[in-house]
């Protein structure tokens, strides 16, 4: 039996590994498409590494995803659903690490009793990398 939350995170998986779209034409030249390739590349591995933690957490539950998914990134009819703001291929791995991020931020401070910021941020900086807890927990 898959549980809700396997199910979220199974969409969650799809959702970050489809393919950005960049269309070349949007760019003035190859310098900058391949810049933009390689923050969107940095966005995946993010967004992943977040993801991995969240899949390993068994007191992260479904519930506690879905209050947090609420904003252009939604949980609706078993399936992720991204608002774009104004270029889909440079936000949307960035939405599902914001999202994750505040799961996460309120998990260390509800389950792991970090009550303050400067809590959180140390066990931020324990549990990801360098680049995920100082992009996405300052």
């Known amino acids: 039996m898959i549980t809700e939350k396997e199910k979220m995170m199974d969409a ?8 950005a779209g960049l269309e070349f034409g949007n760019y003035g030249d190859l310098q900058s498409y391949r810049q933009e390739q390689r923050s969107i590349t940095k966005d995946r591995h993010q967004a992943f590494e977040l993801f991995r933690f969240i899949c390993r957490s068994e007191s992260i539950t479904a519930e506690r995803i879905k209050a947090e998914a609420c904003n252009r990134l939604e949980w609706k009819n078993d399936r992720w659903e991204y608002t774009t703001g104004q270029y889909f291929p440079t936000e949307y791995r960035r939405a599902v690490c914001g999202m994750l991020s505040a799961v996460l931020w309120n998990w260390f401070r509800e389950e792991c ?16 990398s ?5 992009r996405w927990f300052q």
């Open 12 to 19: 969650l998986s799809v959702f970050i590994r489809q393919r």
């Open 113 to 128: 009793q970090c009550q303050t910021r400067e809590k959180i941020q140390a066990s931020a900086k324990r549990e990801f």
């Open 130 to 134: 360098r680049a995920v807890a100082k």
